[in-house]
């Protein structure tokens, strides 16, 4: 089993940043692709950004892309994302994702979500 906890959601104005952070247990954070997804009321959930465990490379969704910034610190057995620039239209409910790999398949494992409000 994996537990993720997220937290450091919040309201900023245009243009702010945010950094949020997933608190992984149960697995190594090195062992996992992590991600994070968003979804805003009324639309489907949108990967934001992802890491791989080995060798970390990232990759991001269009609409974030340059504006953000997936990092995973082992020692500490997180995941992070740091937003820059926010823009209204970041607002949504930001999930933490873990993809573990079993011999019967792959299993998604979702934090509880924490809240980001992006308004003026």
């Known amino acids: 089993q994996v537990q993720l906890v997220e937290s450091g959601g919040g309201s900023v104005h245009p243009g702010g940043s945010l950094r949020l952070s997933c608190a992984v247990s149960?697995?190594?954070?090195?062992?996992?692709?992590m991600g994070w997804f968003r979804q805003a009321p009324g639309k489907e959930r949108q990967r934001v950004a992802g890491?791989?465990?080995?060798?970390?490379?990232?990759m991001y969704g269009d609409a974030v892309r340059g504006r953000v910034a997936i990092s995973r610190d082992n020692a500490k057995n997180t995941v992070n994302l740091q937003m820059n620039s926010l823009k209204p239209e970041d607002t949504a409910v930001y999930f933490c994702?873990?993809?573990?790999?079993?011999?019967?398949?792959?299993?998604?494992?979702w934090g509880q979500g924490t809240q980001v409000t992006v308004s003026s």
């Open positions: 149960g697995r190594a954070t090195s062992s996992l692709f």
């Open positions: 994702n873990a993809e573990v790999n079993y011999t019967s398949g792959i299993k998604n494992y």
């Open positions: 890491i791989e465990g080995n060798g970390g490379e990232t």
